[in-house]
């Protein structure tokens, strides 16, 4: 079983930077993807980032790209998510996800694994 647990989150003003921690255990991650996901009040759940554990492939959100980054070290089983320029429309509940394998793309249907989020508030 896969356990993911998200720290970091917290109240930031517009303009300002966060940056998310995901802790994984549970498995062998090699050929794993791992991603982030956001849901704002009354929203859908939508894509931010997934990384490859094994290559450090990266794709991203067009609504988050150029100011996160994701990013993973091996050593300790821990996946980031900086974000810098934070806007009030970032604001949500941002999830960790596991997935069995990576692909440079939006995973419409979600990943297998989920922890169970951290909230990030982004003041106007």
Do not use: H
Not at 5 to 12: A, D, F, M, T
Not at 45 to 73: H, L, M, N, P, Q
Request: hydrophobic share 30%; proline share 2%; aromatic share 14%.
């Amino acid at each position: 079983q896969v356990q993911l647990v998200e720290s970091g989150g917290g109240l930031v003003q517009a303009g300002g930077s966060l940056r998310l921690s995901c802790a994984a255990s549970g498995r062998t991650f090699s050929s794993y993807a791992m991603g982030w996901f956001r849901q704002a009040p009354g929203k859908e759940r939508e894509f931010v980032a997934t990384i490859s554990w094994s290559d450090g492939r990266t794709y991203y959100a067009d609504s988050v790209k150029g100011r996160f980054t994701i990013s993973r070290d091996n050593t300790k089983n821990t996946v980031y998510l900086q974000m810098n320029s934070l806007k009030p429309e970032d604001t949500a509940v941002y999830y960790c996800a596991a997935d069995r394998t990576y692909y440079s793309g939006s995973y419409p249907v979600g990943m297998a694994y989920w922890g169970k989020g951290t909230l990030v508030t982004v003041s106007s």
